[in-house]
């Protein structure tokens, strides 16, 4: 089924009065292509593929067929994403659906402590979003049980699969009762999906809101052919061009995307990372500093931005192609969405045209080379490590770094001298290095105070001993002396009767 014109509103979709409220008051009134098309049938409990792109709202084009199953019926609906971040940003859209109904969800994902998980589980979730790691973890525990979902969301399932979901996805799917309803959604269609499609779907309807491979019409897309060792140059003059616009820059390494965010900061415009390195909570805080431009660029990776749902990027720069094909289309449709014009530019080595031909193929469109502009000189990099925010950094801190937190320092102001400053640290020098050895002093008596005092344990336990040894000694001689005696009175004893018993048989 190809795109159609979209001329309808939500209410004419057959979703639940409850629903349309909620909507309405979310200011939700006019359908997405991809949501015109998919809720009525997914209402009615169909299976559902939905082939589009990121962007065109196929969160709530299967979040509400959800929702009002799930708020009419008995049972549990889950959803599994690739990345932690999707699935936190699906939890955020839901819950704004979900929650005015009283509907409970939970969260389900590696990388965090899985206590707050479990609890939230045990709590009896009406929607679960999960990664499938570490749901089959859970599963595995018996803190999860499938027996009460009767509806299941696989979103980017393309995605999933490149990262070896396949697995426990099938197990998941093979563990839910055979009455559910299953929605599949990916913006590509290998064999692989539609293997899975056939053997765990029923008669699903397909809707294929563009073409496979197909990008946004709203994004311009261009390429430079560049030396590798060129690359970096290249990206500070198109920064330095486009230095007002939010921009997204894809590394094909983790290590990479490190590299390539210090070398920006360098040139002195605020960048944020994410990739697998980064612990949750650090990813969590360049999401939400991307999204509200306190960092105007953002280098990642292509697993890491699976979920990265931010409004309005206007440049996305591919600094590294991606490994396939897919990859590229997943890449440039973070921008040019909703509606909006956006730019993704492709650094392009001479030695990888041959992918660009792939690409093209693709995408059915061949992609203009632009000549390079002129570069500029290489900036030296900065030795200090790879952070958002180091000490040396801040002027303040830059003054006093490296000083004992318990001295606070002058601020470096017009009203403090230099002189009185160096009095400053001078005295501070001064004064640390007096309490670092009488610390030293002091460690020293403690140690040979604990020297002393093992010594002294250790005499006290073998006088001891020694005491324990000579009792049981002379109890063992006086255990040995009264059973010598008790031994001769009774040989004297026996001897007597013997005796005696003689003197008898003599008589006879």
Do not use: C
């Not at 939905?50 to 199953?69: E, S, Y």
């Not at 280098?299 to 890491?304: G, K, R, S």
């Not at 992918?355 to 469109?365: A, P, T, V």
């Amino acid at each position: 089924m190809q795109q159609k014109e979209n001329t309808g509103r939500f209410s004419d979709l057959g979703i639940a009065r409850n629903i349309l409220e909620i909507l309405t008051k979310r200011g939700f009134e006019i359908p997405t292509p991809i949501q015109h098309q998919i809720i009525p049938g997914a209402l009615e409990g169909k299976d559902v593929i939905g082939i589009a792109q990121t962007g065109t709202g196929k969160t709530l084009a299967f979040g509400i067929p959800m929702i009002q199953r799930i708020a009419h019926k008995k049972g549990q609906g889950l959803i599994l994403a690739p990345t932690r971040e999707l699935a936190l940003q699906i939890e955020e859209s839901l819950q704004q659906i979900a929650g005015p109904l009283g509907l409970r969800t939970a969260v389900v994902i590696g990388g965090v402590s899985q206590h707050r998980q479990v609890s939230a589980l045990r709590n009896n979730p009406h929607i679960v979003i999960a990664t499938p790691g570490r749901l089959v973890d859970l599963m595995d525990q018996g803190i999860y049980k499938l027996k009460f979902v009767n509806v299941i969301t696989l979103d980017e399932g393309d995605r999933m699969l490149d990262m070896g979901f396949l697995p426990p996805i099938k197990r998941i799917l093979s563990e839910i009762p055979p009455g559910r309803q299953t929605m599949l959604f990916s913006a590509t269609m290998p064999k692989t999906i539609s293997s899975l499609a056939s053997q765990f779907m029923k008669l699903p309807i397909r809707i294929e809101i563009a073409p496979q491979g197909t990008s946004s019409e709203n994004t311009e897309q261009e390429i430079f052919i560049v030396r590798k060792n060129d690359k970096m140059r290249l990206l500070d003059a198109i920064l330095q061009q486009y230095k007002h616009d939010t921009t997204l820059i894809f590394s094909r390494t983790k290590h990479g995307a490190k590299r390539i965010a210090n070398d920006i900061r360098n040139m002195g415009h605020t960048t944020t990372e994410i990739h697998s390195n980064r612990s949750q909570s650090q990813r969590k805080i360049a999401l939400d500093g991307f999204a509200k431009r306190k960092f105007r660029i953002m280098v990642a990776t292509d697993i890491a931005a699976r979920g990265i749902d931010v409004k309005d990027i206007k440049l996305v720069i591919n600094f590294d192609l991606p490994d396939n094909s897919e990859d590229y289309v997943h890449r440039i449709g973070r921008t040019g969405r909703a509606g909006r014009y956006g730019k993704a530019i492709s650094f392009v080595t001479p030695s990888e045209q041959a992918d660009i031909k792939k690409i093209e193929r693709l995408i059915r469109k061949s992609l203009p080379i632009l000549s390079l502009p002129v570069l500029p000189p290489e900036r030296e990099r900065s030795m200090q490590p790879d952070r958002e925010r180091s000490p040396k950094q801040n002027p303040y801190n830059k003054q006093n770094y490296g000083r004992n937190f318990r001295n606070k320092p002058y601020k470096n102001n017009e009203y403090t001298s230099n002189t009185e400053r160096n009095s400053t640290n001078n005295y501070s020098n001064q004064n640390s290095k007096y309490q670092y050895n009488e610390r030293k002093q002091k460690n020293r008596y403690a140690g040979q105070n604990k020297i002393r005092h093992y010594t002294e344990r250790q005499t006290e336990t073998n006088h001891h001993l020694n005491d324990e040894q000579k009792k049981y000694s002379d109890n063992n001689q006086n255990f040995k002396k009264h059973f010598t005696r008790r031994n001769n009175r009774k040989n004297k004893n026996q001897s007597s009767q013997y005796r005696q018993n003689g003197e008898r048989y003599r008589g006879k």
